[in-house]
Protein backbone atom coordinates (compact mmCIF):
# COMPACT_ATOMS: atom_id res chain seq x y z
CA UNK A 1 0.00 0.00 0.00
CA UNK A 2 1.55 3.53 -0.67
CA UNK A 3 2.60 5.66 2.18
CA UNK A 4 1.68 8.69 2.64
CA UNK A 5 3.71 11.61 1.87
CA UNK A 6 5.88 12.85 5.06
CA UNK A 7 6.49 16.57 3.92
CA UNK A 8 2.57 17.29 4.54
CA UNK A 9 3.29 20.55 4.51
CA UNK A 10 5.57 21.39 1.40
CA UNK A 11 2.72 19.24 -0.69
CA UNK A 12 -0.42 21.54 0.85
CA UNK A 13 1.55 24.48 -0.18
CA UNK A 14 2.00 23.81 -3.76
CA UNK A 15 -1.65 22.22 -3.75
CA UNK A 16 -2.53 26.01 -2.53
CA UNK A 17 -0.83 27.43 -5.65
CA UNK A 18 -2.69 25.19 -8.15
CA UNK A 19 -5.64 26.55 -5.94
CA UNK A 20 -4.79 30.16 -7.09
CA UNK A 21 -3.51 29.55 -10.38
CA UNK A 22 -6.85 27.08 -11.59
CA UNK A 23 -9.18 26.44 -9.66
CA UNK A 24 -11.30 29.54 -9.95
CA UNK A 25 -11.28 28.73 -14.01
CA UNK A 26 -12.45 25.48 -13.31
CA UNK A 27 -15.36 26.33 -11.03
CA UNK A 28 -16.69 28.60 -13.28
CA UNK A 29 -17.56 25.47 -15.15
CA UNK A 30 -18.48 22.60 -12.31
CA UNK A 31 -22.01 22.22 -11.01
CA UNK A 32 -22.00 23.27 -7.31
CA UNK A 33 -23.80 22.39 -4.68
CA UNK A 34 -25.73 18.94 -3.33
CA UNK A 35 -23.93 16.24 -1.65
CA UNK A 36 -23.60 12.75 -3.64
CA UNK A 37 -25.45 9.99 -2.15
CA UNK A 38 -23.89 6.82 -1.37
CA UNK A 39 -24.46 4.30 -4.07
CA UNK A 40 -25.39 1.34 -1.34
CA UNK A 41 -25.68 1.05 2.64
CA UNK A 42 -22.08 -1.07 2.80
CA UNK A 43 -20.83 2.14 4.45
CA UNK A 44 -17.62 2.29 6.55
CA UNK A 45 -16.44 5.05 8.54
CA UNK A 46 -12.95 6.07 9.66
CA UNK A 47 -11.83 9.25 11.92
CA UNK A 48 -8.63 10.19 12.53
CA UNK A 49 -8.06 13.33 14.41
CA UNK A 50 -10.19 16.29 12.25
CA UNK A 51 -10.92 13.89 9.31
CA UNK A 52 -13.86 12.00 8.69
CA UNK A 53 -14.00 9.18 5.90
CA UNK A 54 -17.24 7.96 4.75
CA UNK A 55 -16.46 5.28 1.92
CA UNK A 56 -18.61 2.30 -0.16
CA UNK A 57 -18.22 0.55 -3.25
CA UNK A 58 -20.50 -0.20 -5.70
CA UNK A 59 -21.13 -3.95 -7.05
CA UNK A 60 -21.04 -4.57 -11.17
CA UNK A 61 -25.13 -3.97 -10.58
CA UNK A 62 -25.11 -0.94 -8.96
CA UNK A 63 -22.58 0.89 -11.10
CA UNK A 64 -24.61 -0.13 -13.92
CA UNK A 65 -27.65 1.32 -12.12
CA UNK A 66 -25.58 4.40 -11.32
CA UNK A 67 -24.00 5.33 -14.32
CA UNK A 68 -26.37 3.44 -17.05
CA UNK A 69 -23.49 1.40 -18.15
CA UNK A 70 -21.17 -1.53 -17.64
CA UNK A 71 -18.47 0.28 -15.84
CA UNK A 72 -16.59 -3.05 -14.64
CA UNK A 73 -16.57 -4.83 -18.23
CA UNK A 74 -14.24 -1.52 -18.71
CA UNK A 75 -12.65 -2.60 -15.51
CA UNK A 76 -13.33 1.00 -13.78
CA UNK A 77 -15.03 0.71 -10.54
CA UNK A 78 -16.44 3.67 -8.64
CA UNK A 79 -15.77 4.50 -5.38
CA UNK A 80 -17.93 6.82 -3.11
CA UNK A 81 -16.06 8.81 -0.85
CA UNK A 82 -17.36 11.11 1.57
CA UNK A 83 -14.89 13.58 3.68
CA UNK A 84 -15.87 15.55 6.53
CA UNK A 85 -13.57 18.66 7.38
CA UNK A 86 -13.45 18.79 11.27
CA UNK A 87 -10.32 21.42 11.46
CA UNK A 88 -10.11 25.00 10.96
CA UNK A 89 -8.03 24.73 7.91
CA UNK A 90 -8.74 23.44 4.65
CA UNK A 91 -8.08 19.77 3.58
CA UNK A 92 -6.91 17.98 0.58
CA UNK A 93 -7.70 14.79 -0.56
CA UNK A 94 -5.08 12.96 -2.66
CA UNK A 95 -6.54 10.47 -5.14
CA UNK A 96 -3.47 8.47 -5.79
CA UNK A 97 -3.63 7.01 -2.55
CA UNK A 98 -6.18 5.39 -3.56
CA UNK A 99 -5.51 3.97 -6.57
CA UNK A 100 -2.46 5.45 -8.64
CA UNK A 101 -3.80 4.17 -12.29
CA UNK A 102 -7.13 5.82 -11.60
CA UNK A 103 -9.33 7.05 -13.94
CA UNK A 104 -10.60 10.80 -14.34
CA UNK A 105 -14.28 11.59 -14.91
CA UNK A 106 -14.17 12.48 -18.58
CA UNK A 107 -11.97 9.52 -19.24
CA UNK A 108 -14.29 7.34 -18.04
CA UNK A 109 -16.54 8.93 -20.27
CA UNK A 110 -14.82 8.07 -22.90
CA UNK A 111 -13.86 4.84 -22.52
CA UNK A 112 -17.76 3.97 -22.38
CA UNK A 113 -18.35 5.79 -25.56
CA UNK A 114 -15.41 5.68 -27.15
CA UNK A 115 -17.07 7.57 -30.55
CA UNK A 116 -17.99 10.57 -29.36
CA UNK A 117 -15.46 13.31 -28.66
CA UNK A 118 -13.65 13.49 -25.83
CA UNK A 119 -15.39 16.70 -23.96
CA UNK A 120 -19.47 15.81 -25.26
CA UNK A 121 -21.99 17.55 -22.60
CA UNK A 122 -24.43 14.62 -23.44
CA UNK A 123 -21.71 11.55 -22.24
CA UNK A 124 -19.21 13.39 -19.66
CA UNK A 125 -21.75 15.61 -17.65
CA UNK A 126 -22.79 13.02 -15.04
CA UNK A 127 -19.47 11.82 -14.71
CA UNK A 128 -17.81 15.01 -14.20
CA UNK A 129 -20.75 16.12 -12.03
CA UNK A 130 -20.42 12.98 -9.42
CA UNK A 131 -16.53 13.20 -9.35
CA UNK A 132 -14.90 13.78 -5.76
CA UNK A 133 -13.08 17.45 -5.78
CA UNK A 134 -9.88 17.27 -4.35
CA UNK A 135 -10.32 20.19 -2.03
CA UNK A 136 -12.56 20.19 1.55
CA UNK A 137 -13.22 23.60 2.98
CA UNK A 138 -12.62 24.27 6.85
CA UNK A 139 -15.80 22.92 8.73
CA UNK A 140 -17.47 21.45 5.12
CA UNK A 141 -17.56 18.21 3.49
CA UNK A 142 -17.42 16.74 0.02
CA UNK A 143 -18.71 13.17 -0.89
CA UNK A 144 -18.15 11.76 -4.57
CA UNK A 145 -16.76 9.06 -6.66
CA UNK A 146 -13.22 8.15 -7.78
CA UNK A 147 -12.99 5.81 -10.96
CA UNK A 148 -10.47 3.35 -9.86
CA UNK A 149 -9.76 0.12 -11.53
CA UNK A 150 -11.76 -3.19 -10.55
CA UNK A 151 -11.32 -4.92 -7.12
CA UNK A 152 -13.94 -8.25 -7.25
CA UNK A 153 -13.93 -10.01 -3.85
CA UNK A 154 -12.77 -7.39 -1.30
CA UNK A 155 -11.26 -3.81 -2.40
CA UNK A 156 -8.89 -2.73 0.03
CA UNK A 157 -7.22 0.95 -0.33
CA UNK A 158 -5.73 4.11 1.36
CA UNK A 159 -7.57 7.20 1.68
CA UNK A 160 -5.03 10.04 2.07
CA UNK A 161 -5.65 13.58 2.99
CA UNK A 162 -3.29 16.36 3.67
CA UNK A 163 -3.74 19.84 5.69
CA UNK A 164 -1.74 22.59 6.56
CA UNK A 165 -0.36 21.17 9.43
CA UNK A 166 -1.21 17.69 9.27
CA UNK A 167 -1.71 14.12 7.66
CA UNK A 168 -4.51 11.52 7.68
CA UNK A 169 -4.21 7.77 6.16
CA UNK A 170 -6.77 5.49 6.59
CA UNK A 171 -7.24 2.25 5.09
CA UNK A 172 -10.27 0.53 4.13
CA UNK A 173 -10.98 -3.36 3.36
CA UNK A 174 -14.93 -3.31 1.71
CA UNK A 175 -16.23 -6.48 0.81
CA UNK A 176 -17.98 -5.94 -2.92
CA UNK A 177 -21.21 -8.31 -3.88
CA UNK A 178 -20.66 -10.51 -6.73
CA UNK A 179 -17.72 -13.61 -6.17
CA UNK A 180 -18.24 -16.81 -4.36
CA UNK A 181 -15.63 -16.67 -2.33
CA UNK A 182 -14.47 -19.57 -0.26
CA UNK A 183 -14.03 -18.30 3.11
CA UNK A 184 -17.06 -17.08 3.10
CA UNK A 185 -18.81 -19.99 4.60
CA UNK A 186 -16.26 -21.08 6.84
CA UNK A 187 -17.66 -20.44 11.00
CA UNK A 188 -14.42 -20.22 11.78
CA UNK A 189 -15.85 -19.50 15.83
CA UNK A 190 -17.49 -22.97 15.55
CA UNK A 191 -14.78 -25.06 13.86
CA UNK A 192 -13.88 -26.47 16.72
CA UNK A 193 -15.33 -27.88 19.81
CA UNK A 194 -14.14 -25.58 22.56
CA UNK A 195 -12.91 -28.77 24.08
CA UNK A 196 -10.43 -29.32 21.72
CA UNK A 197 -8.89 -25.91 21.60
CA UNK A 198 -4.99 -25.85 22.97
CA UNK A 199 -3.15 -22.88 24.48
CA UNK A 200 0.15 -23.19 23.83
CA UNK A 201 3.41 -21.65 24.86
CA UNK A 202 6.31 -21.19 22.89
CA UNK A 203 7.62 -24.81 23.79
CA UNK A 204 3.93 -25.90 22.98
CA UNK A 205 4.27 -23.66 19.56
CA UNK A 206 7.43 -25.55 18.51
CA UNK A 207 6.01 -29.18 19.51
CA UNK A 208 2.58 -28.96 18.00
CA UNK A 209 4.15 -27.35 14.60
CA UNK A 210 6.66 -30.15 14.55
CA UNK A 211 4.02 -32.60 14.59
CA UNK A 212 1.74 -31.26 12.13
CA UNK A 213 1.81 -33.50 9.10
CA UNK A 214 4.32 -33.04 6.31
CA UNK A 215 2.16 -32.51 3.41
CA UNK A 216 -1.14 -32.49 2.30
CA UNK A 217 -3.32 -35.04 1.82
CA UNK A 218 -5.78 -36.31 -1.20
CA UNK A 219 -9.65 -36.47 0.14
CA UNK A 220 -9.24 -40.19 0.99
CA UNK A 221 -6.19 -39.31 2.99
CA UNK A 222 -4.02 -41.62 1.43
CA UNK A 223 -1.30 -39.90 -0.92
CA UNK A 224 0.95 -37.10 -0.07
CA UNK A 225 1.23 -34.01 -2.13
CA UNK A 226 2.88 -30.47 -1.50
CA UNK A 227 4.75 -29.87 1.45
CA UNK A 228 3.02 -27.89 4.12
CA UNK A 229 5.68 -25.07 4.66
CA UNK A 230 4.50 -22.40 6.03
CA UNK A 231 2.05 -21.68 9.88
CA UNK A 232 0.86 -18.59 10.25
CA UNK A 233 -0.28 -16.93 14.01
CA UNK A 234 -2.89 -14.40 13.96
CA UNK A 235 -6.91 -13.46 13.97
CA UNK A 236 -9.05 -14.28 10.80
CA UNK A 237 -9.27 -10.89 10.09
CA UNK A 238 -5.86 -10.10 10.61
CA UNK A 239 -4.66 -12.59 8.19
CA UNK A 240 -7.42 -11.57 5.90
CA UNK A 241 -5.88 -7.81 5.90
CA UNK A 242 -2.97 -8.60 5.78
CA UNK A 243 -3.09 -10.40 2.68
CA UNK A 244 -4.98 -7.82 0.98
CA UNK A 245 -2.33 -5.14 1.60
CA UNK A 246 0.41 -7.14 0.03
CA UNK A 247 -2.10 -7.24 -2.91
CA UNK A 248 -3.20 -11.14 -2.88
CA UNK A 249 -6.89 -12.19 -4.15
CA UNK A 250 -9.28 -14.39 -2.48
CA UNK A 251 -10.74 -17.68 -4.26
CA UNK A 252 -14.14 -18.25 -6.16
CA UNK A 253 -15.58 -21.83 -5.15
CA UNK A 254 -16.11 -24.20 -8.10
CA UNK A 255 -18.92 -23.78 -9.65
CA UNK A 256 -20.23 -23.32 -13.35
CA UNK A 257 -19.12 -19.37 -13.92
CA UNK A 258 -16.27 -20.12 -12.50
CA UNK A 259 -14.82 -23.20 -14.17
CA UNK A 260 -16.19 -21.11 -17.60
CA UNK A 261 -13.78 -18.40 -16.55
CA UNK A 262 -10.63 -20.34 -15.41
CA UNK A 263 -11.51 -22.31 -18.81
CA UNK A 264 -11.57 -19.16 -20.86
CA UNK A 265 -8.42 -17.45 -19.00
CA UNK A 266 -6.32 -20.71 -19.66
CA UNK A 267 -7.13 -21.03 -23.36
CA UNK A 268 -6.44 -17.06 -24.06
CA UNK A 269 -3.65 -16.63 -21.40
CA UNK A 270 -5.60 -14.34 -19.72
CA UNK A 271 -5.39 -13.37 -15.63
CA UNK A 272 -8.55 -14.23 -13.83
CA UNK A 273 -7.34 -13.18 -10.04
CA UNK A 274 -10.14 -15.01 -8.56
CA UNK A 275 -9.68 -18.31 -9.97
CA UNK A 276 -10.68 -21.66 -8.16
CA UNK A 277 -7.83 -23.17 -6.24
CA UNK A 278 -8.48 -27.58 -6.14
CA UNK A 279 -9.51 -28.95 -3.19
CA UNK A 280 -6.27 -30.45 -0.67
CA UNK A 281 -6.70 -31.86 2.73
CA UNK A 282 -5.52 -31.75 6.01
CA UNK A 283 -7.23 -32.59 9.92
CA UNK A 284 -9.76 -34.39 6.65
CA UNK A 285 -10.99 -31.21 5.17
CA UNK A 286 -10.40 -29.54 2.42
CA UNK A 287 -8.36 -25.96 2.88
CA UNK A 288 -10.47 -23.55 5.18
CA UNK A 289 -9.31 -20.32 2.81
CA UNK A 290 -6.92 -20.32 -0.33
CA UNK A 291 -4.96 -17.39 -1.36
CA UNK A 292 -3.77 -16.26 -4.87
CA UNK A 293 -1.51 -13.35 -6.30
CA UNK A 294 -1.72 -13.24 -10.01
CA UNK A 295 1.13 -12.12 -12.88
CA UNK A 296 0.89 -11.91 -16.17
CA UNK A 297 -1.87 -15.09 -16.51
CA UNK A 298 -3.58 -17.72 -14.95
CA UNK A 299 -0.81 -19.57 -15.72
CA UNK A 300 1.52 -17.92 -13.56
CA UNK A 301 0.46 -17.43 -9.80
CA UNK A 302 1.41 -18.08 -6.40
CA UNK A 303 -1.13 -19.25 -4.40
CA UNK A 304 -1.65 -20.97 -0.83
CA UNK A 305 -3.74 -22.83 1.16
CA UNK A 306 -4.23 -22.65 5.08
CA UNK A 307 -5.80 -24.83 7.46
CA UNK A 308 -6.88 -23.46 11.24
CA UNK A 309 -5.21 -25.93 13.95
CA UNK A 310 -6.63 -26.24 17.52
CA UNK A 311 -3.79 -24.36 18.81
CA UNK A 312 -4.42 -21.12 20.25
CA UNK A 313 -0.77 -19.21 21.06
CA UNK A 314 -0.95 -15.77 23.34
CA UNK A 315 -4.61 -16.31 22.60
CA UNK A 316 -4.38 -15.82 19.09
CA UNK A 317 -5.28 -18.70 16.72
CA UNK A 318 -2.52 -20.65 14.64
CA UNK A 319 -2.69 -21.68 11.30
CA UNK A 320 -0.87 -24.46 9.23
CA UNK A 321 -0.19 -23.84 5.35
CA UNK A 322 1.17 -24.71 1.87
CA UNK A 323 2.47 -22.30 -0.26
CA UNK A 324 3.46 -22.53 -4.29
CA UNK A 325 4.66 -21.20 -7.37
CA UNK A 326 2.52 -22.06 -10.95
CA UNK A 327 4.69 -21.77 -13.80
CA UNK A 328 2.37 -23.41 -16.31
CA UNK A 329 -1.30 -25.18 -16.39
CA UNK A 330 -2.53 -28.04 -18.43
CA UNK A 331 -6.12 -29.20 -18.82
CA UNK A 332 -7.47 -31.92 -16.99
CA UNK A 333 -10.90 -33.62 -16.91
CA UNK A 334 -11.62 -33.10 -13.13
CA UNK A 335 -10.70 -29.43 -12.76
CA UNK A 336 -10.73 -27.67 -16.50
CA UNK A 337 -6.78 -27.26 -15.14
CA UNK A 338 -3.94 -28.19 -13.05
CA UNK A 339 -0.67 -26.41 -12.57
CA UNK A 340 2.70 -27.18 -12.56
CA UNK A 341 4.64 -26.10 -9.48
CA UNK A 342 8.19 -24.71 -9.65
CA UNK A 343 10.08 -26.97 -7.82
CA UNK A 344 11.96 -25.29 -5.56
CA UNK A 345 9.17 -24.19 -2.61
CA UNK A 346 11.58 -22.68 -0.18
CA UNK A 347 12.06 -20.00 -2.55
CA UNK A 348 8.39 -19.97 -2.69
CA UNK A 349 8.42 -20.02 0.83
CA UNK A 350 10.70 -16.65 1.16
CA UNK A 351 9.04 -14.81 -1.40
CA UNK A 352 5.85 -15.18 0.92
CA UNK A 353 7.89 -13.75 3.62
CA UNK A 354 9.02 -10.82 1.92
CA UNK A 355 6.14 -9.70 0.21
CA UNK A 356 4.28 -9.64 3.31
CA UNK A 357 7.38 -7.59 5.13
CA UNK A 358 7.09 -5.04 2.44
CA UNK A 359 3.15 -4.57 2.81
CA UNK A 360 4.15 -4.19 6.61
CA UNK A 361 1.99 -6.99 7.62
CA UNK A 362 4.61 -8.74 10.01
CA UNK A 363 5.24 -8.02 13.61
CA UNK A 364 7.55 -11.47 13.65
CA UNK A 365 9.18 -14.72 12.11
CA UNK A 366 10.72 -17.91 12.94
CA UNK A 367 11.44 -21.24 11.53
CA UNK A 368 10.51 -24.89 12.49
CA UNK A 369 11.72 -28.40 11.71
CA UNK A 370 8.35 -30.38 10.26
CA UNK A 371 8.33 -30.73 6.22
CA UNK A 372 11.78 -33.23 6.10
CA UNK A 373 14.95 -32.80 3.92
CA UNK A 374 14.26 -33.36 0.51
CA UNK A 375 17.05 -32.83 -1.95
CA UNK A 376 17.70 -31.39 -5.22
CA UNK A 377 18.36 -34.87 -6.61
CA UNK A 378 16.12 -36.73 -5.17
CA UNK A 379 12.72 -34.45 -5.47
CA UNK A 380 9.34 -36.00 -3.73
CA UNK A 381 6.32 -35.14 -6.11
CA UNK A 382 3.04 -33.54 -5.49
CA UNK A 383 -0.44 -35.14 -5.80
CA UNK A 384 -0.46 -34.12 -9.46
CA UNK A 385 3.31 -35.61 -10.06
CA UNK A 386 5.08 -32.19 -10.18
CA UNK A 387 8.88 -32.85 -8.34
CA UNK A 388 9.73 -30.50 -5.40
CA UNK A 389 12.67 -30.34 -3.15
CA UNK A 390 12.87 -28.54 -0.03
CA UNK A 391 15.36 -27.70 3.15
CA UNK A 392 12.70 -29.05 5.28
CA UNK A 393 11.78 -26.09 7.26
CA UNK A 394 8.20 -24.40 7.68
CA UNK A 395 8.17 -20.69 8.10
CA UNK A 396 5.92 -19.14 11.66
CA UNK A 397 4.87 -15.79 10.27
CA UNK A 398 2.98 -14.01 12.89
CA UNK A 399 0.72 -11.46 11.69
CA UNK A 400 0.63 -7.85 12.61
CA UNK A 401 -3.11 -6.29 12.99
CA UNK A 402 -1.34 -3.06 12.13
CA UNK A 403 1.04 -1.81 9.51
CA UNK A 404 4.43 -2.54 10.84
CA UNK A 405 8.08 -1.49 9.10
CA UNK A 406 10.48 -4.02 8.40
CA UNK A 407 13.04 -2.69 10.95
CA UNK A 408 10.31 -3.27 13.37
CA UNK A 409 9.75 -7.18 12.47
CA UNK A 410 11.01 -9.58 15.42
CA UNK A 411 13.08 -12.60 14.23
CA UNK A 412 11.61 -15.22 17.15
CA UNK A 413 13.73 -18.04 17.60
CA UNK A 414 12.12 -21.19 17.21
CA UNK A 415 14.62 -23.92 16.90
CA UNK A 416 15.48 -23.74 13.80
CA UNK A 417 17.22 -21.19 10.70
CA UNK A 418 17.53 -21.79 7.11
CA UNK A 419 21.05 -22.29 6.05
CA UNK A 420 23.16 -19.50 3.97
CA UNK A 421 21.74 -21.20 0.41
CA UNK A 422 18.29 -20.06 -0.83
CA UNK A 423 17.68 -24.14 -0.13
CA UNK A 424 20.09 -26.39 1.79
CA UNK A 425 19.21 -29.27 0.01
CA UNK A 426 21.27 -28.34 -2.80
CA UNK A 427 24.02 -29.19 -0.56
Not at 227 to 236: D, F, H, S
Not at 289 to 315: C, E, F
Request: proline fraction near 6%.
Amino acid sequence: MMRLFAHAQGLAALLLLVQASLLPGIAAGEEQGGEIPPPNDRIFVNTVRDARVSTAVPSAAEAEQLFGVRLYDQNIQPVWIKIENLDDDELWFLPVGLDESYYTPIETSYRRHGRSPVLNPDTSRDYYRKRMRLRIDAGDSRSGYIFTRVDEGTKSFNVDIIGVDDAYQMTFFIPVPGLRLDHYDVDWENLYPEDELVQVDRAGLIEGLRAMPCCVFDEAGKDTGDPLNIAMVGEPQQLHHAFMRAGWDETETIYTASLWKTMTSALSSSEYRYSPISALYVFGRAQDVAMQKARDSIHQRNHLRLWLTPMRYQGKPVWIGQISRDIGVRLTWKTITTHKIDPDVDETREYLVEDLAYAQSLAGLGYVDGVGRVSFDEPRGNLTGDPWFSDGLRVVLFVSGEPNAISEIELIDLGSWPEEEASGSLQ
